[in-house]
T-cell receptor, first 110, second 115 residues
Framework: KQEVTQIPAALSVPEGENLVLNCSFT??????LQWFRQDPGKGLTSLLL?????REQTSGRLNASLDKSSGRSTLYIAASQPGDSATYLC?????????FGAGTTVTVRA | EAGVVQSPRYKIIEKKQPVAFWCNPI?????LYWYRQNLGQGPELLIR????????DSQLPKDRFSAERLKGVDSTLKIQPAELGDSAVYLC?????????????FGSGTQLSVL
């Protein structure tokens, strides 16, 4: 069974600092890895999807890397803003089944 | 374009009562998922549909949970009878089903409280 772990569970940084969020998974036989954002009381919004053959994906201030062999992914958010405050979850795909981590709750202080 | 629509947003019921959740996926999305998210945890898959067929319901507690997706569009998830441990957020998600490397689109969820 795929186990996905996100450490730390919570993170607080001052505005402008770069954010580094970590995700690890136990089974490297994955189709892809997605990073999601979840605001309080809301559903999840997909931020980036990295296919198993890729090493990274970028969208604006967000960059996600994937090291399948070591079972790790990192989400970088450059120059953080208060609007980046949310919970970030990673999920790995085994064909169509997604296994989620518990998330890292980020607070960006103004 | 409208996103995934779920209703109701909140539901409070007493244990042993029935409850139903409704989901309307993004137009043209053939694949529909129901997830359950407990507080402080990631979502866990309950059931996946390809059109009107339930292709993965291995995680659905079939003694009290049921789901349907008539005509391959809207879907309903039902719990009867509800237990205290069913309190959670129930999320619906959809994709176009064109391949396994598709982004998943989620609704806002239904927050269920069982008293």
């Amino acid at each position: 069974k795929q186990e996905v772990t996100q450490i730390p569970a919570a993170l607080s940084v001052p505005e402008g600092e770069n954010l580094v969020l970590n995700c690890s998974f136990t089974d490297s036989a994955i189709y892809n890895l997605q990073w999601f954002r979840q605001d309080p009381g809301k559903g999840l919004t997909s931020l980036l999807l990295i296919q198993s053959s890729q090493r990274e994906q970028t969208s604006g201030r967000l960059n996600a890397s994937l090291d399948k062999s070591s079972g790790r992914s990192t989400l970088y958010i450059a120059a953080s803003q208060p609007g980046d405050s949310a919970t970030y979850l990673c999920a790995v795909s085994d064909d169509y089944k997604l296994s989620f981590g518990a998330g890292t709750t980020v607070t960006v202080r103004a | 374009e409208a996103g995934v629509v779920q209703s109701p947003r909140y539901k409070i019921i007493e244990k042993k009562q029935p409850v139903a959740f409704w989901c309307n996926p993004i137009s043209g999305h053939n694949t529909l998922y129901w997830y359950r998210q407990n507080l402080g945890q990631g979502p866990e898959l309950l059931i996946r549909y390809e059109n009107e067929e339930a292709v993965d319901d291995s995680q659905l507690p079939k003694d009290r949970f049921s789901a349907e997706r008539l005509k391959g569009v809207d879907s309903t998830l039902k719990i009867q009878p509800a237990e205290l441990g069913d309190s959670a957020v129930y999320l619906c998600a959809s994709t176009s089903g064109q391949g396994s490397n598709e982004k998943l689109f989620f609704g806002s969820g239904t927050q269920l409280s069982v008293l």
